[in-house]
């Protein structure tokens, strides 16, 4: 009788530590809250500031420039290819105007490059009289096809964040405006004699 008072006991013991167990609430991952669209969640999970956003988003699309634009240059620019890569390297500036793209391509076909990486990126905004002008500083990294090192270049390039509502909600496409901007002399220019 002992033994099975025991055994009663043990198993009540353990079915209450299941329960108990089984109530305590699991942490939800990122992933069940973004499937149940509990968009409250999300924000106080997931938090990036707007410059973290804007660097993340420059990264990717200067990657995706650089990509395309290595490919377009290693190919024979005279196929259908070719063109709708020329095109989409086009689409990332706010002009689609080939003097955009050209100082690029010309420095990659010089080089022979084949990969590109992009890294060391950090964001700024600089005032000029009325307009907000920012910039993008970072460093590329070229390799040719055998993947040895080229050189790593410091680049500066100016974007453009456009509204562009959708659905009354606020959204914005990522534009370049200069993919390397130039610094200009501080000297000044004046008569010698």
Do not use: H
Not at 9 to 14: V, W
Not at 119 to 126: A, D, P, Q, R, V
Not at 185 to 191: A, L, M
């Amino acid at each position: 009788m002992k033994s099975l008072n025991k055994n009663v006991i043990f198993t009540l013991f353990i079915a209450l530590m299941t329960i108990i167990a089984c109530k305590k609430e699991q942490p939800k991952s990122d992933i069940d809250v973004l499937r149940n669209g509990n968009n409250e969640d999300v924000y106080s999970t997931t938090k990036l500031d707007s410059a973290q956003a804007i660097a993340s988003i420059t990264q990717q699309k200067l990657q995706e420039l650089y990509d395309i634009s290595a490919l377009y240059s290693s190919g024979n620019k005279n196929t259908a290819i070719d063109s709708l890569n020329y095109e989409q390297i086009q689409g990332y500036f706010v002009k689609k105007d080939s003097a955009n793209v050209m100082g690029l391509l010309k420095e990659l076909d010089s080089l022979k490059v084949k990969l590109i990486k992009v890294k060391n990126l950090s964001i700024n905004t600089e005032i000029n009289g009325k307009d907000t002008l920012d910039y993008a500083n970072y460093t590329v990294e070229y390799k040719d096809r055998d993947q040895r090192m080229i050189g790593e270049f410091n680049k500066k390039s100016q974007y453009k964040l456009l509204k562009s509502p959708v659905n009354f909600k606020k959204e914005f496409k990522f534009y370049f405006v200069e993919i390397d901007v130039q610094q200009k002399d501080s000297t000044s220019v004046g008569v010698t004699k």
